[in-house]
């Protein structure tokens, strides 16, 4: 996986938007996806003449979640995504964000991602038995500095079809008493969104079948299966 962020102190109002989140992302995205044809259900899909490829683009978003400070396993926010048959770059936007107000504090959000089952986390440091098989997971930290928002992509290419889950959470919980109606908490906020870009119609090959492909272009890489 590979990931980039950017984050900024002042975003525009824009009418339909999520309070607390950057404004959508989407126009930026689709133009930094290679390509692609029409969506299915919108228009016939079209090939590219050199590659002889056809790519679909598809969106899949899922409510903002409030995160809270972490101190037991339910206080991790789950996401989960189902990634198309034939996907060739899968793009996740995440986008995190804070109040303004004085109780908000900088801080940053962590981020585990596994395919085929929710991410085994240990943010307190538990000691697991010896003999305990832990399942790899790949994880992504979002930093909420003097900048109230952050968004970051990661990407991945090629990836298992199947469902795919984010389990996020902030730093450990403190443990000091608040007296609830004194004190106003702060809004942490988060957003994940996918993005897929898959081929249509991919060669499939079988045993003892001699079957011709023809590689057009360095930066268009044979998919079959």
Same mark, same amino acid.
């Given at each position: 996986?590979? =990931?980039?962020?950017?984050?900024?102190?002042?975003?525009?109002?824009?009418? +339909? @938007?999520?309070?607390?989140?950057?404004?959508? !992302?989407?126009? !930026? /995205?689709?133009?930094?996806?290679? *390509? *692609?044809?029409? *969506?299915?259900?919108?228009?016939?899909?079209? %090939?590219?003449?050199?590659?002889?490829?056809?790519?679909?683009?598809? &969106?899949?978003?899922?409510?903002?979640?409030?995160?809270?400070?972490?101190?037991?396993? +339910?206080?991790?926010?789950?996401?989960?995504? %189902?990634?198309?048959?034939?996907?060739?770059?899968?793009?996740?936007? !995440?986008?995190?964000?804070?109040?303004?107000?004085?109780?908000? =504090?900088?801080?940053?959000?962590?981020?585990?991602?596994?395919?085929?089952?929710?991410?085994?986390?240990?943010? !307190?440091?538990?000691?697991?038995?010896?003999?305990?098989?832990?399942?790899?997971? &790949?994880?992504?930290?979002?930093?909420?500095?003097?900048?109230?928002?952050?968004?970051?992509?990661?990407? /991945?290419? =090629?990836?298992?079809?199947?469902?795919?889950?984010?389990? @996020?959470?902030?730093? $450990?919980?403190?443990?000091?008493?608040?007296?609830?109606?004194?004190?106003?908490?702060? @809004? &942490?906020? /988060?957003?994940?969104?996918?993005?897929?870009?898959?081929?249509? $119609?991919?060669?499939?090959?079988?045993?003892?079948?001699?079957?011709?492909?023809?590689?057009?272009?360095?930066?268009?890489?044979?998919?079959?299966?």
């Amino acid at each position: 996986m590979d =990931s980039s962020s950017s984050s900024s102190s002042s975003v525009p109002a824009m009418a +339909g @938007a999520r309070p607390g989140l950057p404004p959508p !992302l989407l126009p !930026l /995205l689709l133009l930094l996806l290679p *390509p *692609p044809a029409a *969506p299915a259900g919108k228009g016939p899909p079209e %090939s590219g003449a050199a590659e002889g490829l056809t790519h679909v683009s598809e &969106y899949f978003s899922q409510s903002a979640q409030r995160l809270s400070f972490y101190s037991w396993y +339910g206080n991790a926010k789950l996401f989960r995504f %189902s990634v198309p048959e034939d996907t060739v770059l899968l793009r996740w936007l !995440l986008q995190a964000s804070r109040g303004s107000g004085p109780e908000c =504090s900088r801080t940053q959000v962590t981020l585990h991602f596994r395919y085929g089952a929710p991410p085994v986390i240990n943010p !307190l440091g538990t000691q697991f038995p010896a003999n305990m098989s832990l399942p790899g997971s &790949y994880s992504q930290t979002l930093p909420l500095g003097a900048a109230p928002q952050n968004t970051t992509f990661v990407n /991945l290419t =090629s990836p298992a079809a199947g469902d795919w889950f984010i389990a @996020a959470h902030l730093p $450990e919980a403190t443990g000091k008493i608040e007296v609830k109606g004194f004190t106003t908490p702060c @809004a &942490y906020m /988060l957003q994940v969104d996918m993005f897929v870009l898959r081929v249509l $119609e991919v060669s499939v090959l079988e045993p003892d079948v001699p079957t011709w492909q023809t590689i057009s272009r360095p930066a268009w890489p044979l998919h079959t299966k």
